[in-house]
């Protein structure tokens, strides 16, 4: 029996059950279109399984609503939040951990699915929010106010504070123990942008050198989630 919408959509039989309808739904070639925009999901982790008839604390333990194939769509993330804020769903409120590598893309991600009423926590915002610095330079003075807004935030959104739709939490997390952690302080699911090294180091170029070690870093520090 789930108590909260928040322990089904983390629980082990949501995972294997969005996992056979993505075999099941993919096409010849292993692709799957979204059912509501019709176009091709590219990134396997840019696919969300959405309820036609939305799941509530009262029916999420029937089966023949939360676990059926027919009341299940895979649809692009940002389809599924266009549709919940379309029929001003005030149902669960959704908490994403978006981890990576630097440079591989978390920042882009969350720009192309979050809404005008998320909130989105991100290191590098905070430092060019309250200094004068280009994005990524991070003076050492002031790492202490930087971590001291963070916790701030995070405890906003561990507390459920305001009136915020779905809340988004960037950072490079290589460790496994760290994303579990704060997956359960936060009641939040966690999505990996899996761009391979090569390209997160193509792109570190482009930033301040010290960028080129810390995608070394993360890559000798990676700890995969279990499948």
């Not at 804020?85 to 959704?94: I, L, N, T």
């Not at 916790?151 to 939490?169: E, H, P, Q, S």
Request: glycine share 6%; hydrophobic share 30%.
């Amino acid at each position: 029996m789930w108590k909260s919408l928040e322990e089904f959509y983390k629980s082990k039989q949501w995972e294997k059950f969005i996992d056979l309808l993505k075999q099941e739904r993919s096409n010849n070639k292993g692709d799957i279109i979204c059912a509501h925009c019709g176009e091709l999901i590219i990134k396997k982790y840019d696919c969300i399984g959405h309820h036609i008839e939305e799941l509530t604390l009262e029916n999420v333990n029937d089966y023949s609503i939360s676990l059926n194939p027919d009341n299940v769509e895979l649809i692009h993330f940002r389809c599924h939040n266009k549709a919940h804020r379309r029929f001003g769903s005030e149902g669960v409120r959704e908490v994403y951990i978006v981890y990576g590598s630097p440079c591989s893309g978390k920042t882009t991600f969350v720009r192309e699915n979050a809404g005008e009423n998320d909130i989105i926590l991100d290191i590098d915002n905070i430092y060019q929010c309250i200094t004068v610095n280009d994005r990524y330079i991070k003076p050492e003075r002031i790492r202490e106010n930087v971590f001291g807004i963070r916790d701030c935030i995070l405890d906003m959104i561990k507390c459920r504070r305001g009136k915020w739709y779905t809340a988004w939490v960037i950072g490079s997390y290589p460790l496994l123990m760290e994303r579990t952690r704060l997956e359960t302080v936060l009641g939040a699911k966690s999505i990996f942008i899996d761009t391979d090294k090569e390209t997160c180091l193509n792109r570190a170029r482009d930033r301040p050198k010290e960028y080129q070690r810390f995608v070394e870093d993360w890559w000798n520090k990676f700890q995969p989630s279990p499948s």
